[in-house]
């Protein structure tokens, strides 16, 4: 039987949806690991990607069962949802794409004046202090403010890895957008096919 019959449909999506499962246990993983091990101590941090895991969990497990009882209404919700992050994902990606280094310094501000606690571990984390200049009168705890040392600001060195990380959160909000697309166009198209084990008369 040729890729495009009722099996290798159903096939496929159970597949893409496994993938889902895996990646949304392995945001749920890294958030965990990230604050058991003290990297990460911002709770608004750390609650998104648990947040994001778990969404996208319950998404590849509407779409895995679904698929595998070949279910109308869980499909069609499935399809709907799956769009609907497409959507938004692929603006979010371009978005990443496209900002210049100026759009990214003010957005690095922004997200710098806003998270007290992701402020304290990247002082840490990154041993610097203040975002474009050393304020002497705020909290510090990097090791350099400990050891007497001059402490260098967070901007240059933020900044320095900034467009590559966004380059890379990008291509890979990217890849995984037409991922969605494709689990859209797999899902209608399995919705419209004939179980052959099913009765003929059966509603499809």
């Known amino acids: 039987m040729v890729c495009g019959g009722f099996a290798c449909s159903k096939n496929c999506l159970c597949a893409l949806n ?4 895996l990646v949304s246990l ?4 890294i958030a965990a690991w990230g604050i058991g091990f003290g990297l990460i101590s911002s709770l608004r941090v750390v609650g998104v990607v648990i947040a994001v895991g778990i ?5 590849a497990l509407v779409g895995l069962i ?5 279910h109308q209404v869980l499909l069609f919700f499935y399809m709907i949802i799956l769009l609907l992050v497409f959507i938004f994902q692929f603006s979010v990606s371009c978005a990443c794409l496209a900002l210049n280094q100026d759009q990214q ?3 690095l501000e922004v997200g710098w004046n806003n998270t007290a606690s992701a402020r304290n571990d990247i002082q840490r984390n990154l041993n610097c202090c203040g975002f474009r200049s050393v304020n002497p009168n705020e909290t510090c705890l990097a090791s350099c403010v400990k050891s007497g040392h001059q402490c260098s600001p967070c901007a240059p060195i933020i900044e320095e890895y900034a467009g590559e990380v966004l ?6 909000g990217l890849f995984f957008s037409f991922t969605e697309i ?3 166009w797999l899902t209608y198209r399995y919705r419209n096919q004939k179980d052959p084990r099913a009765n003929p008369s059966a509603f499809l």
Do not use: D, W
Request: net charge positive; charged share 5%; glycine share 20%.
């Open 167 to 172: 380059r890379f959160v990008g291509g890979i």
């Open 66 to 70: 679904g698929a595998v009882k070949h």
């Open 105 to 107: 310094g003010q957005l």
């Open 18 to 21: 496994l993938v889902y499962t």
């Open 182 to 184: 494709l689990g859209v």
């Open 26 to 29: 392995l945001l749920i993983g």
């Open 55 to 59: 969404f996208l969990f319950l998404i």
